[in-house]
């Protein structure tokens, strides 16, 4: 069983649905049932992690660990992506206020989950790692290397059409959420300006 380990906001779910329709394998729920997002009829393929979660703490951002311990696992995926986007996703998410001692928290946090599960790679007989970025720009690339590891054929065709078919329901998402992209990209600027060198200071290892 393969486990997909990631900081929240990370891109998870987007991967999950690609590989889905990559594989017809769905994903598995901690409590071992399928969670299918499409009509899959094959096994699944593996379990989601974060890790750490977030809660909007009345007000202030509260982080709740899951004490994974990465040498528990033989297979595992880390999916990981920019900070300050994840930063910004995570705070749109929970609804928790931007405030420099809330970033802070987040920041470090981000960091540390990230030097737990690449640090301990070593420890991992069978590790991928995976950038979100990649996957964005990269798509058809990336899902080979993941479907490699998973033990999956690839097909350029089948990845192509899954990716253009998760695209359209995240920004179908969005559009009911009255999300628009301009305003996101404006609200994503407007964070990336103020809080990015916060951010990066907090940085414990790339």
């Known amino acids: 069983m393969v486990n997909l380990v990631s900081f929240p906001r990370s891109g998870c779910h987007w991967l999950m649905r690609v590989i889905e329709l ?30 750490y979660e977030f809660v909007n703490d009345s007000g202030r951002i509260k982080l709740l660990k899951d004490e994974l311990k990465p040498e528990k696992f ?13 930063l910004y996703s995570l705070f749109e998410f929970i609804d928790c206020p931007q405030t ?8 470090q946090s981000y960091y540390l989950h990230k030097e737990k599960w690449l640090g301990g790679a070593d420890l991992i007989p069978n590790f991928l790692t995976v950038r979100y970025e990649d996957l964005l720009d990269h798509g058809c690339d990336t899902m080979e290397l993941i479907l490699d590891f998973l033990g999956e054929d690839y097909c350029r065709v089948v990845a192509e059409d899954a990716f253009d078919k998760v695209k359209h329901k ?14 996101y ?16 200071k907090c940085q414990i290892i790339e």
Not at 100 to 107: F, L, P, Q, T
Request: charge should be positive.
């Open 185 to 200: 990209e404006r609200q994503r600027s407007d964070f990336h300006e103020k809080f990015s060198d916060l951010i990066l």
């Open 22 to 51: 990559c594989t017809d394998r769905p994903r598995m729920s901690r409590n071992g049932y399928a969670l299918p997002w499409y009509n899959s009829k094959r096994d699944p393929w593996g379990v989601h992690h974060h890790d």
């Open 100 to 107: 420099a001692e809330n970033i802070k928290i987040a920041s």
């Open 170 to 183: 995240t920004t179908a998402l969005k559009r009911a959420r009255n999300f628009g992209s301009l305003v």
């Open 74 to 86: 033989s297979h595992v995926i880390y999916l990981h992506r920019n900070p300050i986007d994840t």
